[in-house]
């Protein structure tokens, strides 16, 4: 049996359960490097490195298996290991491939059959992680706007209350309405904008202790 496809079930459990595009491509494409065997195992999506792994830690050569994913040539230069022949694993229609190198030669027929059954999967499951973020993101965006839109809202009902408070106690003032009863219409008004059970004005003068208007 050709071991990528021996392992197909189990890597389709394995990648079915990630969370995240990034768990995703990173442990799919570890484990389609075990089941060939390979030094090197890359996918490439639109021309670019989405993920790969037999390079030592930050030392991808991203030129070399863009080169290979696109037919330019057919080996790249692994630090610590030289060069190696690669091959192209085409996954569908699209612009996604594996790129495959190891130093044991080139996959059978059957293995390169069992390397893009388990690189379909790996990409339509990423696909779908990433419908799921963009509609997660798209959510989170809407929810933050309406949060928004209800604070703006609250704040122009609180400035028009303002308004229209200042506008009845303006009004008794121009028609020269008692000192006591504007200021108990302001100890009111107070009141209301501010959702408090007692406002109170203290109002003092030289030598004299003023009045006090009390709203309840």
């Not at 106690?169 to 008004?189: C, F, G, K, N, W």
Request: net charge negative.
């Amino acid at each position: 049996t050709v071991p990528a496809l021996a392992e197909l079930p189990e890597f389709l459990a394995a990648i079915s359960g990630a969370t995240d595009v990034d768990s995703a491509l990173s442990d799919g494409v570890l484990r389609l490097a075990e089941a060939c065997e390979a030094e090197v195992c890359s996918l490439v999506r639109g021309g670019a490195v989405a993920v790969s792994v037999g390079y030592p830690r930050g030392s991808i050569h991203h030129h070399d298996l863009r080169g290979v994913a696109l037919g330019w040539n057919d080996s790249i230069d692994v630090p610590g290991l030289g060069v190696i022949r690669a091959g192209v694993v085409p996954l569908d229609e699209s612009s996604d491939v594996l790129v495959i190198a190891r130093v044991s030669g080139e996959l059978t027929p059957g293995e390169r059959a069992g390397a893009r059954a388990m690189g379909r999967i790996l990409v339509l499951t990423v696909r779908l992680l990433e419908t799921v973020e963009r509609h997660r993101r798209l959510r989170d965006v809407t929810e933050r706007q309406m949060a928004d839109n209800e604070a703006l809202l609250a704040r122009q009902r609180s400035h028009r209350a303002m308004l229209e408070a200042n506008l009845r106690v303006q009004r008794l003032i121009s028609h020269r309405h008692p000192l006591d009863e504007i200021l108990q219409a302001i100890t009111d008004e107070a009141a209301g904008l501010l959702d408090a059970d007692v406002v109170g004005i203290c109002m003092t003068a030289a030598g004299n202790a003023g009045g006090r208007a009390i709203s309840a």
